[in-house]
């Protein structure tokens, strides 16, 4: 983005990308530790996810309002009102990652000390490593405004619901080889669920950065393969 006549405009602009960068940065540390906790039974580190979730909340609304502010100033045009919508929308789905790393964290208490074996764990601790290279990857191409690795990262949210699946298809096979795991392994799929969507929104953030960059949407279809539903029936 070129330079404006008026250097408190970019200063502004440049506040907001840092404020996406901040949030993006503990999304994804909480991420990772809702992960760990929940493998480890950790209620502690549990407890700090969750009471983090209101510092992110807290980030998207300074943020909010800086875009209104410098929308109603600077009446921003072409790249400069994308970068300001765009930001809007990339906020909204960073708190929302967080939201969904929270309700992975509010899980540890009931899942508790219930033994999970190595390769669920294993699988889960995979997928969560997956999600977190992918927000960290968002950001980086976005504050790089590299669009070609942008798309390509839309692509590859596919590689997240290929996890998801294998870890739906394992939990139940320990529920149908033991009714015991039923209530454990049902706060874990909930979990599993919980990360393929939030890849999910950083496919919506890769979406907002890529137009932000070129003033070109994506397709709106994209790569989605979840094999938990039930096939469509054919009329």
Known sequence: ???????????????????????????????????????????????????????????????????????????????????????????????????????????????????????LSNSIEAMSRVVQDAVSDVLDHYTAHNAEALQALRVDDEKIDIRYTAIFRELLTYMMEDPRVITTCTHLLFCAKNLERIGDHVTNIAENAYYVTTGLQLPAKRPKRDETMPAASVS
């Open 1 to 119: 983005m070129g330079e404006h006549t008026v250097s408190s405009f970019d200063q502004e602009l440049d506040e907001i990308d840092r404020l996406i960068v901040q949030m993006g940065t503990l999304a994804q540390r909480m991420v990772g530790d809702s992960t760990k906790a929940l493998l480890s039974a950790d209620e502690r580190l549990a407890a700090r996810v969750i009471s983090e979730d209101a510092t992110l909340d807290a980030f998207q609304r300074d943020l909010d309002a800086r875009v209104i502010t410098l929308i109603g100033k600077r009446q921003p045009m072409a790249q400069d009102l994308r970068a300001a919508v765009g930001a809007l929308r990339m906020a909204a789905d960073l708190e929302r990652i967080g939201d969904l790393a929270k309700n992975v964290a509010k899980r540890v208490n009931a899942v508790g000390r219930t033994p999970v074996s190595e390769t």
